[in-house]
């Protein structure tokens, strides 16, 4: 799957990826094997107070062009605080990849973005639900705390 995300990226995007970046933890394998399909190292970013940062002695060297890697993005929130803490550590996030957009088209990462596939799930108002939805209980799963 990585390397037909790899081969959707424009070449002249790809061959200007220096660094591979993805998000822990979801984004972590699919983020390692798109650094073996484009040839290039690969890190993540991990949330140990709430905020992505790079730890466990990564480092990233001053304007280097990274590709953020995810397997889901949904809302685009997680890509977008991602790619802040990539350009706090000095790096300049060129684009971004997922394998699956489940944003129904809305995610802006503020990049050129580069799924392998894209899903449409309809979302509603929770006034505005469908009979047979209503009557299923609400869950909010994920690795965010429920609100």
Do not use: C, W
């Amino acid at each position: 799957m990585a390397r037909a995300l790899a081969a959707k990226i424009p070449p002249q995007l790809r061959e200007s990826i220096d660094l591979v970046v993805s998000p822990a933890m979801g984004g972590v394998i699919i983020g390692h094997e798109m650094g073996r399909a484009l040839g290039r190292a690969a890190l993540f970013v991990e949330r140990p107070q709430g905020l992505f940062e790079l730890r466990r002695g990564f480092r990233l060297e001053p304007g280097q062009r990274v590709l953020l890697v995810e397997d889901v993005v949904t809302t685009g929130l997680s890509s977008r605080e991602a790619i802040d803490a990539v350009e706090k550590a000095g790096g300049q996030v060129i684009a971004a990849a997922a394998l699956v957009d489940r944003s129904n088209g809305t995610a802006d990462l503020g990049v050129p973005f580069t799924p392998l596939i894209r899903i449409d799930v309809p979302a509603y108002s929770a006034d505005q639900l469908p009979p047979e939805l209503e009557a299923i209980p609400a869950i909010k799963p994920g690795s965010r705390a429920a609100t």
